[in-house]
């Protein structure tokens, strides 16, 4: 397997793309907590730390499979909302209007990278504008995860690729507290890409629901997660239609669970190409009790 399938935990990332009124963008305060990530690619090694000041997250440790460091994203609130991550000299700061996330922007640097701009429809999420004004950052985009397949659909995994957008509109289409479909259109050097998903869930709940850490380059963008950040359940199964210049193809994701008061400890995943391209990898959550 190329990379292995650390999902959640960037999809912890989007938080707060709740559809529920009640809950406030930018707070993430699950029953359980994760404490620990771990992978069982090429055997079992720790994936993921998270660090928690009482209620509030606020640093993970992403590590290489000889035990090492690779890098850390730290996150920033105010009154218990996050405002900002950090990680090196890239950040992200969000903004928000009431209860709702109105706008992210990521930085290189100084420099402006990307500008998220969302819009809802009766309180729940229906559109995303985004725009690149600034050429050749690399690892300044954190696109891929609005995507089921972490990237891939961009450019069949080409990182250097997956960055080469001028803008992008994304719309949502809801059932419930769960993300049906997701149209994404984006505006390439020479051509327009429209990618499709389509998400089928399970009825337990998905411990990345209302966190809202998205980062430029975080450690899940290149895997191939489920991707539910939006959702308050687990995807099933995943679709996705790319239609890219004068081909289509679609791709599928598959996913199963082991589950512990509904949450899930572990997770099998299984990415299926066109061409019957397989990929398998297990991740093992592990929580901090309340």
Known sequence: MKKL????ALVALL???CACEKEEWGVYNPKLKINMIYSEED?????????????????????????????????????????????????????????LLKSIK?????TLAETYELTYNDKKLSHISIKKPSKNLSGSSFL?????????????????????FSSADVDLLWDGDNISHLKMKLARPDSIQK???????????NPMHGFLAIFPDHQMLNDSPQ?????????????????????????????????????PTKV??????PENWREDSTLIYTYRYQ
């Open 5 to 8: 399938c650390v999902v959640l």
């Open 15 to 17: 938080a707060g793309f």
């Open 43 to 99: 055997g079992h090694y720790l994936q993921e730390q998270w660090t928690w000041d009482g209620d509030l997250l606020t640093k993970i440790d992403f590590y290489r499979k000889n035990g090492d460091i690779k890098n850390s994203n730290l996150y920033f609130y105010t009154d218990n909302r996050l405002v900002r991550i950090e990680d090196g000299d890239k950040h992200s700061d969000f903004e928000y209007e009431g209860k």
């Open 106 to 110: 990521t930085y290189s640097g100084e």
């Open 144 to 164: 891929p995860v609005f995507l089921p397949d972490g990237g891939r659909s961009l450019d069949d995994g080409s990182k250097a690729e997956t960055y080469n």
């Open 195 to 205: 990618l499709t998903f389509s998400y089928i869930y399970d009825d337990k709940f």
């Open 227 to 263: 991707y539910s950040l939006f959702s308050k359940n687990n995807a099933l199964t995943v679709s996705v239609t790319d239609e890219y210049d004068v081909f289509s193809k679609t791709k599928s994701y598959t996913y199963s669970y082991d589950y512990y008061k509904k949450y």
């Open 268 to 273: 099998y995943s299984t990415f299926l190409n």
